[in-house]
């Protein structure tokens, strides 16, 4: 399957723990998405990486949020001290720009299957 | 900011009959405009998509949207649905701008009766 992965695709963590995801895109794409979706809503946008780059982080990404990405290969999403209300399933995407970093120019996103994650 | 309205939040319908789910969109410049579907178990996948041109777009499996720009909509829209288009169905934008993030729409889940 050359689709993203994300892996774990389920974690179950006590309320103050610190949780760690981690995603694979598409092996060509250099661009890749993090957003998070909760029950009964669409995903919301989290944060986003050219390559190495982080070009945008949403008002969503707490400072108990982190993300990385440092070879602009695979990309880690850490969440530090969980809450319940981080609750949620949280998806990867990944797409190929073919313009510089910050490139108005916009390419189709393909989502991976999302970790989901409960905090109790 | 961008927000993307589905009013319709369960939608129930026998095959063969026809379907549109609207979506509107709150952005007042250029937008690119999606549908993507959720299949039980499966991750998201785009139905079809929107960046300039004919403003009626086909996608797979039968799906077309329309965008009528002083409406700010893009409804989807297909003849006839069979049982395996039970879905969950999101409608996003992203705006023209540099910015790549997509906002979606809260869905619309589809169920089919055979």
């Known amino acids: 399957d050359t689709g993203v992965s994300q892996n774990p695709r389920h974690k179950i963590t006590k309320r103050g723990q610190n949780v760690t995801f981690r995603c694979d895109p598409i092996?060509?794409?250099?661009?890749l998405y993090w957003y998070r979706q909760t029950l009964g809503q669409g995903p919301e946008f989290l944060t986003y990486f050219q390559n190495e780059a982080q070009l945008e982080k949403s008002r969503l990404l707490s400072d108990r949020f982190s993300a990385e990405r440092p070879k602009g290969s695979f990309s880690t999403l850490e969440i530090q001290r969980t809450e319940q209300g981080d609750s949620a399933m949280y998806l990867c995407?990944?797409?190929?720009?073919?313009?510089?970093?910050?490139?108005?120019?916009?390419?189709?996103?393909?989502f991976g299957p999302g970790t989901r994650l409960t905090v109790l | 900011a961008q927000s993307v309205s589905q009013h319709n939040h369960h939608v129930i319908l026998s095959e063969a009959a026809s379907l549109e789910l609207g979506c509107n969109y709150s952005?007042?410049?250029?937008?690119?405009l999606f549908w993507y579907v959720q299949y039980p178990g499966q991750h998201l996948q785009l139905l079809l998509k929107y960046f300039s041109g004919d403003p009626l777009v086909k996608g797979i499996k039968g799906f077309e949207a329309e965008f009528i720009k002083s409406k700010f909509s893009f409804n989807l829209r297909k003849p006839s649905v069979q049982w395996s288009d039970t879905a969950e169905y999101f409608c996003?934008?992203?705006?023209?701008?540099?910015?790549?993030?997509?906002?979606f729409g809260t869905g619309t889940r589809l169920l089919v009766s055979p």
């Open positions: 995407a990944s797409s190929l720009a073919l313009g510089l970093a910050g490139s108005s120019s916009y390419n189709e996103q393909f």
């Open positions: 092996s060509e794409h250099n661009r």
């Open positions: 952005y007042g410049g250029t937008v690119n």
């Open positions: 996003a934008v992203n705006a023209n701008t540099g910015f790549q993030k997509l906002v």
